[in-house]
């Protein structure tokens, strides 16, 4: 993408790659309805996989529709292909936003305020979703540090 171009260009310059500091959602075409307002019930009943959906609103943002999405906790960058054009919701491979060492714990925190307490032990693999590129900078007690 331009953005590796732009960093490669930077470095051969001399200069700072310009970091992005914005998360994948602010660039994402869906539509985020009620994401966005504060309301007393929650904007979905359960966590969903892509598969088990007959079909997925290529328009609406994945959160609503109750599919786990990384949008939230996600550097911007790719231009969203996977949810804009492949319709897949984000998996978190740009890296976290700046500021953001714990991804998992700040997916579950995005998590809690649109689902119920009880839908996110239904969750096949919460750890490894919302940990699967961070780990490396995660300060989960019991890392081996050297």
Known sequence: PADIKNALLALINGEEPVEQSRGKCAQCSRVKKELYIQQRDFVTDGVKAVMELDTIDPEKCF????????????????????????????????????????????????????????????????????????????????????
Not at 78 to 103: D, F, L
């Open 63 to 146: 959160l609503e529709q109750g599919i786990v999405c990384m949008g939230p906790v996600t550097r911007e960058g790719c231009h969203s292909k996977c949810p804009s054009k492949a319709n897949m919701p984000c998996r978190g491979c740009w890296g976290p936003t700046p500021g953001i060492t714990e991804v998992g714990a700040k997916m579950v925190n995005s998590l809690a305020s649109i689902l119920p307490a009880g839908a996110m032990m239904f969750m096949d693999d919460i750890v490894g979703t919302g940990y699967r590129y961070s780990m490396a900078i995660s300060e989960v007690p019991g890392r081996i540090r050297r």
